[in-house]
């Protein structure tokens, strides 16, 4: 069995979802799991998700929708635990505080625990955190100056924006700066 799983798809655009159409089309439709992962609904699904859905219902399927909310404290604390290296215990009294601090600031997102978590581990080296916000900016400083002007151009554009297109607007020679930002 196939398994298609694409996340972020409030970015994708109908001429994807019109290959995920054709790519599901019977008579000789794969045997298929088709997992979209997206922001919350409420907000905007964007074009990609109505196009899929509309193929879906046109090839006779209906979709099963699953809403994910925050991932519990107790979980959370375990995806910390783990990747702090601290199993269960605590071998020194401010980890528990900061497991405690990393699992309050992520606010239940995985992907928020695991960068705190790898920031902590990797970067620091120390009982110490800082917001999710202020590693993102350290980050960002760090990065080269043709890099640096590549990212702010894709975030000022607020949707998907061709690759030659950024690096036009950003002045950027250097191909580096896409694999630099990957």
Known sequence: TLAIVLDDVQWGDLDSAA??????????????????????LDESPGEFLPGVEAHLARAGVAPERLRLGPLPADEAERVVRALLGS???DPAPDVGRLVARIV???AGSPFSLQQLGRHVRDETGEVDLASLEDIVQRRIDRLPGHARRLLEVVALAGRPIAQRIAERAAEVGDPTGVAILR
Request: aromatic share 0%.
């Open 87 to 89: 199993g269960g215990s």
């Open 19 to 40: 290959v995920i159409g054709a790519l599901l089309r019977p008579p000789d439709a794969p045997e298929v799991l088709l997992v979209l992962g997206c922001r919350d």
């Open 104 to 106: 309050d600031e992520a």
